[in-house]
């Protein structure tokens, strides 16, 4: 079993930033891919970054565009999501996902067995 917490979300405005992370229970974090992913009111849940158990490999969703950051900590069992330079479309709720069986670092949701309750981010303009 692997429970997923996430913190960090908050208020800011646009061109701001925020860091959020996400501590795993559970020994298999080390060998997991991790992602995030988001969803806005009204819309449906959407791919924003993915690391693979090393940090060797990222992925990203398109919007990013540089401004987000992924990384990991194996040691502390945590993720990380730096978000730079904010915009009103960022809103939403973020949760963090854990693939144990990983063979690819997946952008699909279907691929996280795990995932925490979400943090919510809102950014003003």
């Known amino acids: 079993q692997v429970q997923l917490v996430e913190s960090g979300g908050g208020l800011v405005q646009a061109g701001g930033s925020l860091r959020l992370s996400c501590a795993a229970s559970g020994r298999t974090f080390s060998g997991s891919t991790m992602g995030w992913f988001r969803q806005a009111p009204g819309k449906e849940r959407e791919f924003v970054a993915a690391?693979?158990?090393?940090?060797?490999?990222?992925r990203y969703a398109g919007f990013v565009k540089e401004r987000f950051i992924i990384s990991r900590d194996n040691a502390k069992n945590t993720q990380y999501l730096q978000m730079n330079s904010l915009k009103p479309e960022d809103t939403a709720v973020y949760y963090c996902?854990?693939?144990?069986?990983?063979?690819?670092?997946?952008?699909?949701?279907?691929?996280?067995?795990?995932w925490g309750q979400g943090t919510k981010v809102t950014v003003s303009s």
């Open positions: 690391i693979s158990w090393n940090g060797g490999v990222t």
């Open positions: 996902a854990a693939d144990l069986h990983p063979s690819v670092v997946s952008q699909t949701f279907t691929a996280y067995e795990y």
